[in-house]
């Protein structure tokens, strides 16, 4: 509420959570849709040890309850090596759906983007099957930040480490995912 209570007519007590694997689940960044959905990304842990992390989204109403039909009722969850994280999640105007984050194997990370249909399944347009993945750097490179500009490209920002430095990186890809050769030095 404006006063800084919470809003009892979100899902009864004003916060939500929800379980996605027996282990560790954090949401790291939130958007709203138009009609009033929210989705939240971020990392989901299916091995207690932590070893393995996938990217998960859920979506909900406005009132907090899960949307079922988004996913396997509500979640979305998406494996592409040992260590995916969202770190950004931004809505196109077309209703698709752009994560950011990183994905590799130890001790090679990536910055790696990936776009959703509203449905929750992977926008098989995009990248390739729906996923970029963007060597920036030597090792381990993160993509922490998105945005999508008004026609339709994204710029994405993070770090990644080059020379044996950790860097601010900049990336900018076109609509379709592809790196935008004009920017910088080869779209990076």
Known sequence: NIDGSLDTSFDAEGKVTTMISIHSDYAASVTLQPDGKIIAAGTVYFVADGSNAD???VRYFS???IDSSFGINGIVTTDLSSSDYIHSIKMQSDGKIIVAGMSGNNPEYFFTLLRYNNSGDLDTTFGIDGIVTINVGDDIEYATE???LPDGSI???GSAYID???RF???KLNSEGNVDPLF???GI
């Open 55 to 57: 990217f998960g989204l």
């Open 63 to 65: 009132n907090g309850a």
């Open 146 to 148: 998105l945005s999508i």
């Open 155 to 157: 710029i994405v920002s």
């Open 164 to 166: 044996g430095y950790k």
């Open 169 to 171: 990186c900049v990336v």
């Open 184 to 186: 910088g030095i080869d």
